[in-house]
């Protein structure tokens, strides 16, 4: 809630203005300040990793692959040796996790792996 929220329902992004007058005289009007995305495949994936890997527990692929429908893994292949080679993730069972050098510099995993993706050409 306010002005610059942004939320996700299903695979549509909805933003509130950043203006605060614009917000303001939105929520009189039927929330007329919202903007409303709708996210293809490839961000909807590439949202989901960069909020899964931020996390202590990570990713679980089975997840990703199951929704989707994808293998992430093989998507990703040449990208996710390197990251593993260089300790910066953490392969543990079915679920893929920053190490704590990864952590730090999850930003610039994050770009290598969304350019890797959308190379891959994943298509909603």
Do not use: W
Not at 59 to 66: K, T
Not at 87 to 109: E, H, P, Q, V, W
Request: hydrophobic fraction near 40%; proline fraction near 2%; glycine fraction near 6%.
């Amino acid at each position: 809630m306010g002005p610059s929220a942004h939320s996700l329902i299903g695979n549509t992004r909805v933003e509130n203005s950043p203006d605060f007058k614009l917000y303001s005289d939105g929520v009189n009007r039927n929330f007329s300040y919202k903007k409303n995305i709708k996210l293809t495949q490839i961000e909807q994936v590439e949202e989901y990793l960069m909020m899964g890997l931020r996390l202590v527990e990570g990713v679980n692929i089975q997840e990703i692959n199951s929704r989707f429908d994808m293998d992430l893994l093989k998507v990703i292949d040449n990208q996710i040796d390197k990251m593993l080679g260089s300790k910066l993730f953490i392969l543990d069972k079915n679920c893929l996790k920053t190490s704590d050098a990864g952590m730090r510099s999850l930003n610039k995993i994050l770009v290598d792996l969304f350019l890797t993706l959308e190379n891959n050409q994943i298509t909603s």
